[in-house]
């Protein structure tokens, strides 16, 4: 599966976004995605998590709150709801799926997921 994220842009402090995963090789509906990002300078962090069916979700302390992660798997999307949005929310956000096996890794574990695609940016202006 190759993922895709997208619906990043320039918006202010205290805005909002909404991003999108879209799959590609495979429908999104068979994976448990994450949603991270990465600022310049800085590792690459998890945001958020949603199970296949959509009823279990997880999120860094950081987000919780402001973000939500939701999924239509009829639509075949996975979305990142961000509002209240802060200038250090400015990063790449990615999503990625979790790994079948990831070897005791948590969904809170970066190196639990694979299939990265390419991110999209987000700045938040102040």
């Known amino acids: 599966v190759q993922l895709q994220a997208s619906g990043g842009g320039l918006v202010q402090v205290g805005g909002s976004l909404r991003l999108s995963c879209t799959a590609s090789?495979?429908?999104?509906?068979?994976?448990?995605i994450g949603w991270f990002r990465q600022a310049p300078g800085k590792d690459r962090e998890f945001l958020a998590g949603?199970?296949?069916?959509?009823?279990?979700?997880s999120y860094q302390g950081s987000v919780r709150g402001r973000f939500t992660i939701s999924r239509n798997n009829v639509k075949s999307t996975v979305d990142l709801q961000m509002n209240n949005l802060k200038p250090e929310d400015t990063a790449v956000y990615y999503c990625?799926?979790?790994?079948?096996?990831?070897?005791?890794?948590?969904?809170?574990?970066?190196?639990?997921?694979?299939?990265w695609g390419p991110g999209t940016l987000v700045t938040v202006s102040s």
């Open positions: 990625a799926r979790k790994k079948d096996n990831p070897a005791g890794g948590t969904n809170y574990d970066v190196w639990a997921y694979e299939s």
């Open positions: 090789g495979d429908t999104i509906s068979n994976y448990h």
């Open positions: 949603i199970g296949r069916r959509g009823s279990s979700t």
